[in-house]
């Protein structure tokens, strides 16, 4: 009978920051050794998944940290924002009390948060997380979804609302593991009792409610669940409200495909969050949240919880919230069908047709010539690229394909022109939006700016002149122009928005005139911006102010300005003229991004599950309709009924902040001892193969500068013990790691020791390829009399890496590079364990769609409990104390979307057929002499399934199963031997 060896690892993909990889193999001995790595992966991992201006006398220093406490809060934030960090304070008391009283405000216990503003980031967002307990606000607005939303006021609602969330949750059995375990326990109390789509759409309720604007009023946000339960708007049928046959199910909707496109948790969320508010009252989730924290197993509690409050499952409130969506999307489709009159849709001809893998058509321009359509196209499959397409026949070229799916894009001429966000190379968390332009004929590029913090762009016509939208640290807005001459890109001018506006959008008009679609106090607006030294007068011209919804893109032309909306629950197209808005085309679930040209509207038109078609309407034909006499949506998918509390008068996040009262708030400084010494997580570990017994208390600095771990270990079997202090300087280059101890046996006197060792991380992301290198040098101290009992773990490491991605369905590397070399000594009592290790894996296209293939030469020496984990042979039974040396070819081809879901335990969203051939040398000890020999061959077949458990929707697994062949004699092995073989590969998707 075989024996089965198991070990684990814990990965961080370089790519992706939000992903963490554990690496179980099967193989046999030691499976107390695995136990206790299983148990400390999964606290490691459960807890980092996270939970998801007055005048002054001094002036402070912008790199400087400072913070500014309320009672309810403390605001940390660099020097540069003092402004911003003034305003969230007040904004914060004067709306906490509307977000809180949502979840029994006044019965729970509110915990003071930490708010870390930042202003070096390149992505709008922000998050709260418990371990440590604070919310990080980044200062770069989204203007994609909130509209007119003022930023701050917008993560106020939404953020705010997860801090009460989790001050509701600290009870019953997520507190004892609070008690016992800190903040760690409470996120893995927390993960274990509700789901991701709860939290968050729970959160943007709270927005909605909050705001007139939120994201629950918007027909963008619910377009995708439209399309996907009410199907092909070509086959729709005034007054048959029929939902789609192809619908998907609600373990789809959880957990995500790789068949088709699924919107995030954060759709689901929302509309099942409010259809249970609506049905139930406003305190059902309340009750609900609250029992299923008293069962934290993965969906028991919250199943149980649900059919207490509402006498059903959550599939079945799942199945009458899409009765009820349907219905509601049913009457706004029939509000513009044809023949109805004055809101039927304009007589669409289709460019290009939806394609097949949730297609969607971003920027577009012309050829000078009128022939060619320029445009952004995106898929699940190949990502991002810019195509040709010919306006007569439809057909597509392609043209550039290196492009960031997020960043919009700019034609002018036969030129185009896109921001690139590029992370800085050795300071975490820094990144800069940089100019990147193509050559002529768009099959090259480069970037044309240094450092920049550029947010949108925009090409005049003839591809000459550039504007771009850029935000200093400070967070002021301003436009950079930029104007090409001899062979050469050179700024000529910057031109700061005018006050009271953020720029959202830029997009170049006739004449040398940019029209801004900007925010401003009471809504979006667009301002036309003419440079000095153009034709007409220098300076800013407002077009239309204040307007309530979302703005995109705007372009001009006959005299008229159109630009994409999400007005009145409408994602349509506009008409700016004379000061009013008209809506000239509505799309079945939203249109987008026009251009005109030669009297032709050419638009994004969301038609289909499968996602955009590129459509064309004629302009001289369409009766555009006035703003005040186009029917109102909004409030409809907001699901207005009993949204308030009877006799309460609601609060509006944007309107509260004319009557925020500005105090003159006292500003601290910020310094390092301040940060480090708050111990907010306790992990006890116990060994059965040692007999020992250990507790780590765990530090992590709000602004993550720093951590410090203080460990006390003790063998009941040798009677050894060890106390250590280990503190890490995060945002240092080179980064300093600094540990210290004492430790001894029993009845024999303590001896100290410590290391000092120095890290050296650099990664670099342009958006698609991802490099990364890093390396890990440090010198040790023992006591000479203790060097062979009592020594530190001991590591060294350099790492390189670079990769590019394509396409949502790609599992690993389209192409790609990485190598690695590590030394690791981890002594234990009289026993001491060393391993030596170096890889190198090229990753290559597999010559179908999303197959890869990839080749890996690695080879190892360890001893003791340092088994070679990665590098073993498949087949071969390990040795006390190998050398292992290996060459993988690997081939993976992906073969089934099968979204297959059995009993609610597993979610299969992708098969793919593995192959792999392996050879290697084993051996005892290395020598010169040990590739003297033939290598060890082995062979493997199987399948690999991509499936989540227990409706974890964040935890996705990849277990592989198959047979496998060996060709050698070695080890416990006869030749010509066939072996089953077992791997399990997991996955945190934040």
Same mark, same amino acid.
């Given at each position: 009978?075989?024996?089965?060896?198991?070990?684990?690892?814990?990965?961080?993909?370089?790519?992706?920051?939000?992903?963490?990889?554990?690496? /179980?193999?099967?193989?046999?001995?030691?499976?107390?050794?695995?136990?206790?790595?299983?148990?400390?992966?999964?606290?490691?991992?459960? @807890?980092?998944?996270?939970?998801?201006?007055?005048?002054?006398?001094?002036?402070?220093?912008?790199?400087?940290?400072?913070?500014?406490?309320?009672?309810?809060?403390?605001?940390?934030?660099?020097?540069?924002?003092?402004?911003?960090?003034?305003?969230?304070?007040?904004?914060?008391?004067?709306?906490?009390?509307?977000?809180?009283?949502?979840?029994?405000?006044?019965?729970?216990?509110?915990?003071?948060?930490?708010?870390?503003?930042?202003?070096?980031?390149?992505?709008?967002?922000?998050?709260?997380?418990?371990?440590?307990?604070?919310?990080?606000?980044?200062?770069?607005?989204?203007?994609?979804?909130?509209?007119?939303?003022?930023?701050?006021?917008?993560?106020?609602?939404?953020?705010?609302?997860?801090?009460?969330?989790?001050?509701?949750?600290?009870?019953?059995?997520?507190?004892?593991?609070?008690?016992?375990?800190?903040?760690?326990?409470?996120?893995?109390?927390?993960?274990?009792?509700?789901?991701?789509?709860?939290?968050?759409?729970?959160?943007?309720?709270?927005?909605?409610?909050?705001?007139?604007?939120?994201?629950?009023?918007?027909?963008?946000?619910?377009?995708?669940?439209?399309?996907?339960?009410?199907?092909?708007?070509?086959?729709?049928?005034?007054?048959?409200?029929?939902?789609?046959?192809?619908?998907?199910?609600?373990?789809?909707?959880?957990?995500?495909?790789?068949?088709?496109?699924?919107? *995030?948790?954060?759709?689901?969320?929302?509309?099942?969050?409010?259809?249970?508010?609506?049905? &139930?009252?406003?305190?059902?989730?309340?009750?609900? *949240?609250?029992?299923?924290?008293?069962?934290?197993?993965?969906?028991?509690?919250?199943?149980?919880?649900?059919?207490?409050?509402?006498?059903?499952?959550?599939?079945?409130?799942?199945?009458?919230?899409?009765?009820?969506?349907?219905? /509601?999307?049913?009457?706004?489709?029939?509000?513009?069908?044809?023949?109805?009159?004055? #809101?039927?849709?304009?007589?669409?001809?289709?460019?290009?047709?939806?394609?097949?893998?949730?297609?969607?058509?971003?920027?577009?321009?012309?050829?000078?010539?009128?022939?060619?359509?320029?445009?952004?196209?995106?898929?699940?499959?190949?990502?991002?690229?810019?195509?040709?397409?010919?306006?007569?026949?439809?057909?597509?070229?392609?043209?550039?394909?290196?492009?960031? @799916?997020?960043?919009?894009?700019?034609?002018?001429?036969?030129?185009?022109?896109?921001?690139?966000?590029?992370?800085?190379?050795?300071?975490?968390?820094? $990144?800069?939006?940089?100019?990147?332009?193509?050559?002529?004929?768009?099959?090259?590029?480069?970037?044309?700016?240094?450092?920049?913090?550029?947010?949108?762009?925009? !090409?005049?016509?003839?591809?000459?002149?550039?504007?771009?939208?850029?935000?200093?640290?400070?967070?002021?807005?301003?436009?950079?122009?930029?104007?090409?001459?001899?062979?050469?890109?050179?700024?000529?001018?910057?031109?700061?928005?005018? %006050?009271?506006?953020?720029?959202?959008?830029?997009?170049?008009?006739?004449?040398?005139? +940019?029209?801004?679609?900007?925010?401003?106090?009471?809504?979006?607006?667009?301002?036309?911006?003419?440079?000095?030294?153009?034709?007409?007068?220098?300076?800013?011209?407002?077009?239309?102010?204040?307007?309530?919804?979302?703005?995109?893109? @705007?372009?001009? $032309?006959?005299?008229?300005?159109?630009?994409?909306?999400?007005?009145?629950?409408?994602?349509?197209?506009?008409?700016?003229?004379?000061?009013?808005?008209?809506?000239?085309?509505?799309?079945?679930?939203?249109?987008?991004?026009?251009?005109?040209?030669?009297?032709?509207?050419?638009?994004?038109?969301?038609?289909?599950?499968?996602?955009?078609?590129?459509?064309?309407?004629?302009?001289?034909?369409?009766?555009?309709?006035?703003?005040?006499?186009?029917?109102?949506?909004?409030?409809?998918?907001?699901?207005?009924?009993?949204?308030?509390?009877?006799?309460?008068?609601?609060?509006?996040?944007?309107?509260?902040?004319?009557?925020?009262?500005?105090?003159?708030?006292?500003?601290?400084?910020?310094?390092?001892?301040?940060?480090?010494?708050?111990?907010?997580?306790?992990?006890?570990?116990?060994?059965?193969?040692?007999?020992?017994?250990?507790?780590?208390?765990?530090?992590?600095?709000?602004?993550?500068?720093? *951590?410090?771990?203080?460990?006390?270990?003790?063998?009941?079997?040798?009677?050894?013990?060890?106390?250590?202090?280990?503190?890490?300087?995060?945002?240092?280059?080179?980064?300093?790691?600094?540990?210290?101890?004492?430790?001894?046996?029993?009845? @024999?006197?303590?001896?100290?020791?410590?290391?000092?060792?120095?890290?050296?991380?650099?990664?670099?992301?342009?958006?698609?390829?991802?490099?990364?290198?890093?390396?890990?040098?440090?010198?040790?101290?023992?006591?000479?009399?203790?060097?062979?009992?009592?020594? #530190?773990?001991?590591?060294?490491?350099?790492?390189?890496?670079?990769?590019?991605?394509?396409? &949502?369905?790609?599992?690993?590397?389209? !192409?790609?590079?990485?190598?690695?070399?590590?030394?690791?000594?981890?002594?234990?009592?009289?026993?001491?364990?060393?391993?030596?290790?170096?890889?190198?894996?090229?990753?290559?296209?597999? %010559?179908?769609?999303?197959?890869?293939?990839?080749?890996?030469?690695?080879?190892?020496?360890?001893?003791?409990?340092?088994?070679?984990?990665?590098?073993?042979?498949?087949?071969?039974?390990?040795?006390?104390?190998?050398?292992?040396?290996?060459?993988? $070819?690997?081939?993976?081809?992906?073969?089934?979307?099968?979204?297959?879901?059995?009993?609610?335990?597993?979610?299969?969203?992708?098969?793919?057929?593995?192959? &792999?051939?392996?050879?290697?040398?084993?051996?005892?000890?290395?020598?010169?002499?040990?590739?003297?020999?033939?290598?060890?061959?082995?062979?493997?077949?199987?399948?690999?399934?991509?499936?989540?458990?227990?409706?974890?929707?964040?935890?996705?697994?990849?277990?592989?199963?198959?047979?496998?062949?060996? +060709?050698?004699?070695?080890?416990?092995?006869?030749?010509?031997?066939?072996?089953?073989?077992?791997?399990?590969?997991?996955?945190?998707?934040?």
């Amino acid at each position: 009978m075989t024996p089965i060896v198991a070990t684990a690892r814990l990965i961080v993909q370089e790519q992706d920051k939000s992903k963490y990889y554990i690496d /179980i193999s099967a193989c046999s001995q030691c499976m107390v050794v695995l136990m206790k790595k299983i148990l400390l992966l999964s606290w490691f991992v459960t @807890a980092f998944f996270g939970l998801w201006g007055e005048d002054r006398t001094e002036v402070l220093d912008p790199e400087g940290w400072y913070v500014i406490q309320t009672p309810g809060f403390e605001i940390i934030f660099p020097g540069a924002i003092e402004k911003d960090a003034r305003y969230a304070a007040d904004l914060l008391e004067a709306t906490v009390d509307a977000v809180y009283s949502r979840v029994n405000g006044e019965k729970i216990r509110r915990r003071r948060w930490s708010i870390v503003l930042s202003n070096t980031s390149f992505i709008p967002n922000g998050y709260v997380t418990v371990a440590p307990r604070k919310s990080h606000w980044y200062e770069l607005p989204a203007y994609d979804f909130i509209g007119g939303t003022e930023w701050y006021a917008m993560l106020a609602s939404h953020e705010t609302r997860h801090m009460a969330q989790f001050d509701h949750l600290s009870a019953g059995f997520v507190s004892v593991l609070r008690f016992f375990l800190g903040d760690y326990g409470e996120a893995v109390g927390i993960n274990g009792a509700l789901p991701r789509w709860y939290f968050e759409g729970d959160a943007v309720l709270t927005e909605t409610l909050l705001s007139r604007e939120g994201r629950g009023r918007s027909g963008e946000f619910a377009n995708s669940t439209a399309a996907l339960l009410l199907g092909d708007y070509s086959l729709y049928r005034p007054g048959e409200t029929l939902l789609a046959r192809d619908r998907p199910t609600l373990p789809q909707m959880v957990h995500r495909s790789y068949h088709r496109y699924i919107p *995030s948790h954060y759709e689901l969320g929302y509309h099942l969050v409010d259809h249970v508010r609506r049905h &139930y009252g406003e305190d059902a989730w309340n009750r609900i *949240s609250a029992g299923a924290t008293k069962l934290p197993v993965p969906a028991l509690g919250l199943t149980v919880a649900v059919r207490k409050e509402t006498g059903k499952s959550v599939s079945e409130l799942y199945a009458d919230m899409e009765q009820e969506f349907a219905a /509601i999307w049913d009457n706004r489709l029939e509000s513009f069908a044809p023949g109805t009159e004055p #809101f039927r849709f304009p007589d669409w001809r289709p460019v290009i047709p939806p394609g097949a893998s949730w297609t969607r058509y971003g920027s577009k321009g012309m050829s000078p010539d009128g022939r060619f359509l320029y445009l952004t196209r995106y898929d699940l499959d190949t990502g991002t690229r810019i195509v040709q397409a010919d306006t007569a026949t439809g057909d597509l070229h392609e043209l550039y394909v290196n492009i960031a @799916a997020a960043s919009p894009v700019s034609f002018g001429g036969t030129r185009a022109a896109w921001i690139t966000r590029v992370q800085d190379p050795i300071v975490p968390d820094t $990144a800069y939006g940089e100019i990147t332009v193509s050559q002529p004929g768009m099959t090259r590029a480069g970037v044309i700016s240094n450092r920049g913090r550029y947010y949108r762009v925009a !090409l005049s016509p003839d591809g000459n002149t550039l504007a771009a939208l850029s935000y200093s640290f400070e967070r002021e807005a301003s436009v950079h122009l930029y104007q090409y001459s001899d062979g050469a890109w050179q700024i000529s001018g910057v031109e700061p928005l005018p %006050g009271g506006v953020q720029g959202a959008d830029i997009s170049a008009a006739p004449d040398g005139r +940019f029209l801004v679609t900007v925010q401003e106090p009471g809504g979006m607006g667009v301002r036309e911006w003419t440079p000095r030294g153009g034709s007409g007068t220098p300076g800013w011209k407002a077009l239309v102010r204040n307007i309530p919804g979302q703005l995109g893109q @705007a372009v001009e $032309a006959g005299g008229a300005v159109y630009i994409s909306g999400d007005m009145k629950g409408i994602a349509g197209i506009w008409k700016i003229e004379d000061g009013s808005l008209f809506l000239v085309t509505p799309g079945a679930y939203g249109a987008r991004l026009p251009l005109v040209h030669d009297g032709r509207m050419y638009f994004s038109n969301y038609v289909s599950p499968e996602g955009e078609s590129l459509d064309v309407i004629d302009l001289s034909v369409v009766r555009a309709v006035p703003f005040d006499a186009v029917p109102d949506f909004s409030e409809a998918f907001f699901y207005q009924e009993n949204s308030d509390t009877p006799g309460v008068e609601p609060v509006f996040v944007p309107e509260k902040l004319v009557s925020i009262e500005r105090k003159n708030r006292e500003v601290k400084p910020y310094p390092l001892v301040r940060r480090i010494p708050h111990y907010h997580s306790r992990i006890p570990m116990f060994d059965l193969s040692t007999e020992s017994v250990s507790l780590s208390l765990v530090s992590d600095d709000i602004l993550g500068t720093t *951590s410090m771990t203080t460990m006390g270990f003790y063998s009941f079997d040798t009677g050894e013990w060890l106390a250590t202090h280990h503190i890490e300087l995060l945002k240092t280059f080179p980064r300093i790691i600094v540990g210290a101890g004492v430790g001894g046996e029993k009845d @024999a006197a303590p001896q100290p020791s410590g290391y000092v060792r120095l890290g050296f991380p650099v990664t670099m992301n342009n958006g698609k390829w991802q490099t990364g290198m890093n390396g890990l040098v440090g010198i040790q101290a023992t006591h000479e009399d203790q060097r062979e009992r009592i020594e #530190f773990p001991v590591s060294y490491s350099a790492r390189y890496s670079t990769a590019l991605y394509e396409g &949502y369905r790609s599992y690993q590397p389209y !192409l790609g590079f990485t190598a690695s070399a590590g030394f690791s000594h981890l002594p234990l009592g009289s026993v001491h364990d060393y391993r030596a290790s170096g890889t190198a894996a090229v990753y290559l296209p597999g %010559g179908i769609r999303h197959g890869g293939f990839a080749l890996t030469a690695a080879a190892a020496h360890a001893t003791g409990m340092f088994n070679t984990e990665v590098f073993f042979l498949p087949g071969y039974a390990p040795t006390a104390a190998p050398f292992v040396s290996t060459l993988s $070819a690997a081939w993976d081809i992906p073969i089934a979307y099968p979204d297959f879901n059995f009993l609610h335990l597993t979610f299969t969203k992708r098969r793919r057929l593995g192959m &792999y051939a392996d050879a290697g040398w084993i051996s005892a000890a290395p020598s010169a002499n040990v590739y003297s020999r033939s290598p060890d061959l082995s062979v493997r077949v199987g399948l690999i399934d991509d499936a989540t458990v227990l409706n974890l929707e964040f935890l996705e697994l990849s277990v592989s199963y198959g047979a496998g062949y060996t +060709f050698g004699d070695y080890g416990a092995f006869d030749a010509g031997r066939l072996f089953p073989w077992l791997r399990l590969t997991g996955s945190i998707v934040n």
